[in-house]
């Protein structure tokens, strides 16, 4: 069982930047794909970033690419996606999902295993 903790929602202004940290417990997440997903209010779950297993590919949707970043910290076990260029549309809970050795349909919410408990993340107008 990997239990998946966040850190990092908020409050930014339109044009900010939010850090946002994913730190699997119990275990290392080297072998795990790790997966960003958004879900506003009465939309859908949605892929926004992903860090693939073998820890050196990433992909993003199109709504993010140029403004987020994906990337992980082994020595402190953690993934991070950084937001910059924050807009209002932006604003959702955002989870961070796991599974090992994931390569195709990371951008499915249903091809992931372990999934995060949400952060918030709110970009005012």
């Known amino acids: 069982q990997v239990q998946l903790v966040e850190s990092g929602g908020g409050v930014v202004q339109d044009g900010g930047s939010l850090r946002l940290s994913c730190a699997p417990s119990g275990r290392t997440f080297s072998g795990y794909t790790m997966g960003w997903f958004r879900q506003a209010p009465g939309k859908d779950r949605e892929f926004v970033a992903v860090?693939?297993?073998?820890?050196?590919?990433?992909y993003y949707a199109d709504s993010v690419k140029g403004r987020f970043t994906v990337a992980g910290d082994n020595a402190k076990n953690t993934v991070y996606l950084q937001m910059d260029s924050l807009k209002p549309e932006d604003t959702a809970i955002y989870y961070c999902?796991?599974?090992?050795?994931?390569?195709?349909?990371?951008?499915?919410?249903?091809?992931?295993?372990?999934w995060g408990q949400g952060t918030q993340v709110t970009v005012s107008a």
């Open positions: 999902a796991a599974r090992k050795f994931l390569f195709n349909r990371y951008y499915s919410v249903g091809a992931y295993e372990y």
């Open positions: 860090l693939m297993w073998n820890g050196g590919t990433t």
